[in-house]
């Protein structure tokens, strides 16, 4: 059985920082694009970043460009989000997702798995 699992999430003052990180089982997703979205309530969930399979391309939200950071371990078969300067539109459940291609994508439709999210809350 395949799960992504989030953890990392919590609460935080504007200005702070938090490490998010998604774990995989059930197969191995170091040929997979790997992506994470967040949803805040009564929204849309939004693309946030993406990372290639190997790493070497990544891609992000412009609200997010400067602050946050894409990263992957293909041996650990994880992928972490590290957010810095926070602030309080940032406050959301975060998904991971794995797309079945080396490339990146920035839409729900390109990923064919996900996690169940973790809580992020921001305040001012």
């Known amino acids: 059985q395949v799960q992504l699992v989030e953890s990392g999430g919590g609460l935080v003052q504007a200005g702070g920082s938090l490490r998010l990180s998604c774990a995989a089982s059930?197969?191995?997703?170091?040929?997979?694009?790997r992506g994470w979205f967040r949803q805040a309530p009564g929204k849309e969930r939004e693309f946030v970043a993406a990372?290639?399979?190997?790493?070497?391309?990544?891609y992000y939200t412009d609200s997010v460009k400067g602050r946050f950071t894409i990263s992957r371990d293909n041996a650990k078969n994880t992928v972490d989000l590290q957010m810095n300067s926070l602030k309080p539109e940032d406050t959301a459940v975060y998904y991971c997702a794995a797309r079945p291609s080396g490339r990146y994508g920035d839409k729900i439709a390109d990923y064919d798995y996900w996690g169940q999210g973790t809580q992020v809350t921001v305040s001012s």
């Open positions: 059930g197969r191995t997703f170091s040929r997979y694009a």
């Open positions: 990372i290639s399979w190997s790493g070497g391309s990544t």
